[in-house]
């Protein structure tokens, strides 16, 4: 298996453009998650889903970051427009939750994109 | 608020020599703790899941330790390698039915291992 794909690697953007992260879960997973981490704070959950709908967002930070998961192997996370302060390490996480499993679910973490706005 | 406090922040040991790293959390309702090993540049990779029944769980040479009273836990590192330098995340799971497990997560400590 592939793991958790992630794209692009490593994004520098201007402050005000519009940056677009992107995720391929584990085929066969139904749960997927966007943390962001940063130095000062370390890993912060934004948002997750379950089977492609958007179960928490709590951790959105504002309006200006959205997410969506249009099918079971897609996700996208924006930011429209960017800040300086956005400047941080987005990671996706997939994981295979069953309801009333025995065994706690493992996540799988993508490789990150680092995201510079300037 | 749900916190997770790690120490120490940083370390640096021989290879070979075991250490210990600390996690206190205040997450409640709580329903599982981890251990995460992320190497530099790469994502979080789960070393350790305990429930709050289990007081400890081994993988190779990682023993993580948990006690859900004091909400205390340790991972326990033996015969450092050098590939061990990493950060080591702890992470406690709220309880919540229904969906998948929504973790709070410490800061880290950053673990060096030298010649």
């Known amino acids: 298996d592939a793991g958790v794909i992630q794209s692009p690697r490593h994004e520098v953007t201007e402050m005000g453009q519009e940056v677009t992260l992107r995720c391929k879960p584990i085929s066969g997973h139904n749960s997927l998650f966007w943390y962001r981490q940063t130095m000062m704070r370390g890993l912060e959950l934004l948002i997750y889903f379950n089977n492609n709908v958007p179960i928490d967002d709590s951790g959105m930070p504002e309006d200006r970051f959205s997410a969506k998961m249009p099918n079971a192997s897609f996700s996208t996370l924006k930011i429209q427009p960017s800040e300086p302060r956005d400047s941080a390490v987005y990671f996706c996480?997939?994981?295979?939750?069953?309801?009333?499993?025995?065994?706690?679910?493992?996540?799988?973490f993508g490789p990150g994109t680092r995201l510079l706005v300037l | 608020k749900n916190q997770v406090e790690q120490s120490p922040q940083s370390l640096i040991i021989l290879e070979g020599k075991n250490c210990t790293l600390q996690?206190?959390?205040?997450?409640?309702?709580?329903?599982?703790l981890r251990w995460y090993k992320q190497d530099t540049g790469r994502g979080p990779v789960s070393l350790t899941i305990?429930?709050?029944?289990?007081n400890t769980k081994s993988n190779g040479r990682y023993t993580a330790t948990l006690d859900a009273d004091t909400k205390q836990s340790s991972l326990h590192i033996t015969a450092s390698q050098l590939s061990d330098s990493a950060s080591y995340i702890c992470?406690?799971?709220?309880?919540?039915?229904?969906?998948?497990?929504?973790?709070?997560f410490g800061t880290g400590t950053r673990l060096q291992v030298t010649l």
């Open positions: 996480a997939s994981t295979k939750y069953t309801l009333g499993a025995q065994v706690v679910e493992t996540q799988y």
């Open positions: 996690c206190n959390y205040t997450v409640s309702p709580f329903s599982n």
């Open positions: 305990m429930t709050f029944s289990e």
């Open positions: 992470v406690v799971s709220l309880s919540r039915g229904g969906t998948a497990s929504k973790l709070t």
